[in-house]
């Protein structure tokens, strides 16, 4: 009998456990999201970006570098919120990589991302917009908070910049 207990108790602790470990929000990909209308930084945002966007881009002149990689590449902007047993944090990624190969990372002259966290509707952190030179990759991560998901939200602000290409500046937006 006892072990009958000790099993139904280990799965309501998995199931428990599963609730808390998933992530509560889905991502979707958009082409080409709506310009982001500017706003103060500590006004809640109004949330109609997606959490991750992407674009192909390719040089303005349309030619074609020698060895063929990353003469066009694929631009990946995300937002996501982070959540782990005790804590929650925002964590924004801007990614350059070739557009015919997902793992072929592609430097660009500057690459960026700036996140905010947002709980129960006023501002917690906000990293500022850090940029790095002749990079493919940078993430930004706010400062964690010991609140429990369920009214949090997270904007990202991404900067993508190369000579010869068009400039990016996308906008990704999540909550929990």
Known sequence: ??????????????????????????????????????????????????????RIVTHLSGRQSNSGMCSAMRWTASSQIVQGLFWNYSKHTSKSRDANSSWWACDIDKIGARGRFWVNGSLYDDTGMVTQSNSADITVKTKKTDFTCGNMQARGNHKFEHSGYPSWYPQTDTSC
């Open 1 to 54: 009998m006892s072990n009958k207990k000790g099993i139904q108790l280990a799965w309501q602790f998995l199931a428990v456990l599963a609730l808390i470990v998933l992530p509560a929000n889905s991502a979707f990909t958009q082409k080409d999201p709506p310009p982001p209308t500017p706003i103060a930084d500590d006004t809640l945002p109004d949330w109609r970006f997606p959490a991750s966007s992407e």
